[in-house]
């Protein structure tokens, strides 16, 4: 009877133990898991205002931002993507811009390895609910991004690719206002960008023309995109190693 109750309490006692170690790795976990969304706000220049909402992903803050006044931004915790990986995850970037694409050339080997940055204003693809507010950089933003009640799909990202590279190419915007009610005012007058001088290349505007298409359901895909024939003609092979 006495061994019994000592074995009894030996398991009690081990049981303990283990619940302890739970416990402690429960809380290691969450604290590296921890996100200063506040913090992450005020990297990007916003003042943090208050917490609207939590989500999966995040969460939505009401803040103020220098140039468009008070605002409503998303903010995700920060992953690493490749591209099969954003495709996989159907991840919506919204602010693709020049700026927030890193170029490294490796000394002596000729490549130039580009990759994405800042998913600040990222989101996961829905394509049932509309968006309820702006984010993106003007002239990058696409026609359906100034309209309140656009479903916003990863086509987004398409056009602002588009407007990244027409910018490389001629240095400058086809459409730059001052504001965001302006450059609204103005896209909704066009009905397509138009081809620019410094664009020779007849392949090359055909894929940039697809990417700039207004409405979202015409425009090119990403995937119908990277197998456009400026990608995969002889001339484009002659200049990608079997590596890339």
Request: hydrophobic share 35%; glycine share 4%; proline share 4%.
């Amino acid at each position: 009877m006495k061994n019994e109750e000592q074995k009894t309490k030996q398991n009690s006692q081990e049981q303990s133990v283990i619940n302890n170690q739970d416990d402690t790795s429960s809380v290691g976990s969450q604290q590296s898991s921890f996100v200063d969304y506040e913090d992450v706000l005020r990297q990007q220049e916003f003042v943090p205002i208050r917490p609207l909402g939590y989500g999966a992903f995040g969460i939505v803050y009401e803040a103020y931002d220098i140039k468009y006044g008070i605002v409503a931004v998303k903010v995700i915790k920060k992953q690493k993507f490749d591209v099969r990986e954003l495709e996989a995850a159907e991840i919506i970037h919204k602010d693709i811009k020049c700026d927030n694409i890193l170029l490294h050339c490796p000394p002596g080997t000729g490549r130039v390895y580009a990759q994405i940055s800042d998913f600040g204003f990222a989101k996961k693809e829905d394509k049932i609910h509309e968006q309820t507010y702006f984010a993106g950089t003007l002239p990058f933003m696409s026609p359906e991004q100034f309209n309140e009640k656009a479903l916003i799909t990863q086509k987004v990202d398409v056009y602002a690719l588009g407007i990244t590279f027409y910018n490389i190419i001629t240095h400058k915007f086809p459409v730059n206002e001052r504001n965001i009610k302006e450059q609204a005012k103005k896209m909704a007058k066009l009905k397509s960008i138009g081809r620019p001088s410094e664009i020779k290349d007849d392949q090359l505007w055909d894929l940039l023309s697809k990417m700039l298409e207004f409405d979202p359901n015409k425009r090119i895909a990403t995937v119908e995109a990277l197998q456009h024939i400026y990608f995969t003609g002889l001339e484009a092979q002659d200049d990608i190693t079997q590596e890339q």
